[in-house]
């Protein structure tokens, strides 16, 4: 029987929780979209659970890259071969998809970037995580607060006859100022489509300001689903905007894509821990390092209690050593 060699990507986040598998071609072969729920651990652990049923045990995990703002943790349970921020696993993926690709637009579930590329290679970007209008979890409550299920929001805004304005700089603003144009009688059609075009103002302004956006343009993340954002930025910018397949996990392909070519690069064996480690017990505790002025908030990970890693110290002295003085690998 020939073996199937498969490379893991995985992007936790805040909000969802992806894996993607890809073949020795590139080819993704498996994803999985989870909500990560605040709990990450388990996020991580439930889709490993789920990949082990899909495959047949004619596969080998050859190797497996983590991203996302969880990426460390990911990198400590599974076992990756490879840490990478989310800027550059973007990028790699979106290049895969269209090599000569010059824009990158990502709004995920809680922020959102903008990539820009010259001759392949990353020269400036931008994120925002600190303002939630325009990004998933915002969309989602402002479907939930209409009674209309997110996967109609699109398709709804488009209907409009009549876009209104609303004021999209703020999440709070941007709220108040949907439910004030409802209450003096705006159709749900003019103000969804009123509010994607000032979601994409509100991106272009702060995330785009200054930046010259060239084509091809590649919009990903899982907003990327939404045609009513997807229409308005094509709009706005007067330019066509492509959507890769695997938008909503180009995270996670990116990193699988990017563990791949290291273990190519003559890496023998990976780091992954195998289908068995969902059955570990896994726990997350915080400690506060009094021993100087800056008061370390460290982060202890730890499988069937013992001390996988910790991290969050900036002297090294936790994070360099174990529970029982032995040094962390």
Known sequence: MEM???????????????????????QVVEKIYLRTGGQPINALRKGIGLLSEKLGEDTIIKGVGATGSGRQLAGVIIGADIVKNEITTHAVAAQKVVPDVRTILEIGGQDSKIILLRNGIVYDFAMNTVCAAGTGSFLDRQAARLEISIDEFGALALKSKSSVRIAGRCAVFAE????HKQQTGHSVEDILNGLCEALVRNYLNNLAKGKEIEEPIVFQGGVAANIGIVSAFEKTLGKKIIIPSYYDVMGAYGAALIAKDKMKQGVKNTKFYGFEMIKNDYKAKSIECNDCSNLCEIIEITSNDEVLARWGDRCGKWSNVKKHGEEVG
Do not use: A
Request: charged share 25%; proline share 0%; hydrophobic share 45%.
């Open 4 to 26: 199937k060699l498969l490379y893991l990507g995985v992007d936790v986040g805040s909000v969802s929780t992806n894996f993607v598998l890809i073949d020795e071609k590139d």
């Open 176 to 179: 108040s100022d949907m439910i």
